[in-house]
């Protein structure tokens, strides 16, 4: 089935911990984006690919980054973790960049639980 | 302040009811506006897109509308079902950028 595979499902992380969450989609989208989801907020952008090769900062890009190496994969490090990245993670992609028009949309993955103590 | 509000933050309905969601936004330049609906532990899908010149588009029992000029939007759920539970998510798009609204949390019971 075409769309977005999101590991891990959940993870409980230890303060500090470095890790490293994968998302890997089949539609051969150009464009990827990390949101994170929290309690009583919108989601919120943590960075973008708008093709292979490229990554931009989003509205909450500290203490993450990412890498577009190929099409299908766009992995989110967290270096160092700390509590306040506990939050529910999502990965989407667009057929293009800066998918804003009215003519494409988003597929979202099922998320990433992450919880940091 | 959130670029996109969302009310009631939760609703608790009997099946077989309607519900109406309400959307209001101040994001500008308006581009489109979408609404999402998503389920517990699973990511958003796409329910309906309107553009400026839309005032109304429908998906089945979903129907939304759109006042630009307000800058208001609203989704109405006819006939409610039990898979209708969900948290039902207002997207709005400028030129280059896109807001999320925090959500409805919607519950539909027997």
């Known amino acids: 089935i075409a769309g977005i595979t999101q590991a891990p499902t959940s993870q409980i992380l230890a303060a500090g911990r470095r890790m490293t969450l994968r998302c890997t989609q089949d539609?051969?989208?150009?464009?990827m984006y990390w949101y994170r989801q929290d309690l009583g907020l919108g989601l919120r952008l943590i960075h973008y690919?708008?093709?292979?090769?490229?990554?931009g900062k989003g509205e909450v890009p500290d203490g993450y980054s990412v890498s577009r190496a190929n099409t299908d994969d766009f992995p989110l490090t967290l270096a160092s973790a700390v509590p306040s990245q506990t939050s529910v993670y999502f990965c989407?992609?667009?057929?293009?960049?800066?998918?804003?028009?009215?003519?494409?949309?988003?597929?979202f993955g099922s998320g990433t639980r992450l919880t940091v103590v | 302040k959130n670029q996109v509000e969302q009310s009631p933050q939760s609703l608790i309905i009997l099946e077989g009811k309607n519900c109406t969601l309400q959307?209001?936004?101040?994001?500008?330049?308006?581009?489109?506006l979408r609404w999402y609906k998503q389920d517990t532990g699973r990511g958003p899908v796409s329910l309906t897109i309107?553009?400026?010149?839309?005032n109304t588009k429908s998906n089945g029992r979903y129907t939304a509308t759109l006042d630009a000029d307000t800058k208001q939007s609203s989704l109405h759920i006819t006939a409610s079902q039990l898979s209708d539970s969900a948290s039902y998510i207002c997207?709005?798009?400028?030129?280059?950028?896109?807001?999320f609204g925090a959500g409805t949390r919607l519950t539909v019971k027997p």
């Open positions: 989407a992609s667009s057929e293009v960049a800066g998918a804003i028009s009215a003519n494409y949309g988003y597929t």
């Open positions: 539609m051969r989208h150009n464009a």
């Open positions: 690919s708008n093709t292979a090769g490229t990554t």
């Open positions: 959307c209001n936004y101040t994001v500008s330049p308006f581009s489109n």
């Open positions: 309107m553009t400026f010149s839309e």
């Open positions: 997207v709005v798009s400028s030129s280059n950028d896109m807001r």
